[in-house]
């Protein structure tokens, strides 16, 4: 069981309010992403981090931004938000000694007014 | 380019089998996974297979791999309630980075 710590969980906040959504995780894994995942239920990989330090822009374009300063923490910033912010966004990390399994956080669910 | 493609819905009766399909494009693909996302939480890795496998198998989870096809299913066994959930195939091909398809719902009728 994978420890993926994701908070808050759900979060209502009006336009312009800076927001920064935290991910933990406990396992020692050096390789984290932030998906941003739409209603129709499709994943869009937005940040990337293989390691302190490193943080790289995923597929789709994202106003937000992440910074890795330890191996444990990856959290991502928005520094205005706006209703198109609204949306669910998931953490996600990989296992340092085998690369075949990509574990998940349980997701913060964001609604911007 | 690189896509996954899924269809969007399946609806069986608790009891049956359930198979939900998934079709890459690219050969390249290493590992091909499967995973599951129940109400308001994250996603929960169910399983995987190797490029190299035709079919793996896994209590009531069975993976089907069609390389010359590009074509991934997989069948849950005696599908329960519990059962109800959004799949996603995704992909892995070298880099450090999954591919996912757009998820199939699920639904198991009583």
């Known amino acids: 069981e994978a420890d993926i710590y994701q908070t808050p969980r759900y979060l209502v906040i009006g336009t312009g309010k800076k927001i920064t959504l935290e991910c933990s995780q406990t396992m020692g894994h050096d390789k984290m992403y932030w998906y941003q995942q739409d209603p129709g239920m499709e994943l869009h990989l937005i940040h990337y981090?293989?390691?302190?330090?490193?943080?790289e822009k995923g597929d789709l374009s994202s106003e937000s931004t992440v910074s890795r300063i330890r191996t444990e923490h990856f959290p991502l910033t928005l520094e205005s938000a706006r209703p198109s912010h609204t949306s669910q966004y998931l953490c996600?990390?990989?296992?340092?000694?085998?690369?075949?399994?990509?574990?998940f956080g349980p997701g913060t669910r964001l609604t911007v007014l | 380019g690189e896509d996954v493609e899924q269809s969007l819905f399946l609806s069986v009766r608790e009891g049956d089998s359930s198979v939900i399909n998934c079709t890459y494009t690219?050969?390249?693909?290493?590992?091909l996974y499967w995973y599951k996302q129940e109400p308001g939480a994250g996603l929960q890795l169910l399983t995987y297979i190797f490029s190299n496998m035709d079919m793996k198998q896994d209590q009531r989870l069975t993976v089907l791999l069609n390389k010359k096809d590009k074509h991934l299913s997989l069948r849950i066994a005696d599908t329960q309630t519990g059962d109800s959930a959004i799949y996603f195939c995704?992909?892995?091909?070298?880099?450090?980075?999954?591919?996912f398809g757009k998820g199939t719902k699920l639904s198991v009728i009583p």
């Open positions: 996600a990390s990989i296992s340092g000694i085998s690369y075949n399994e990509q574990f």
């Open positions: 995704a992909w892995r091909a070298g880099s450090y980075q999954l591919t």
């Open positions: 690219d050969s390249s693909s290493t590992y």
């Open positions: 981090s293989y390691g302190v330090n490193s943080t």
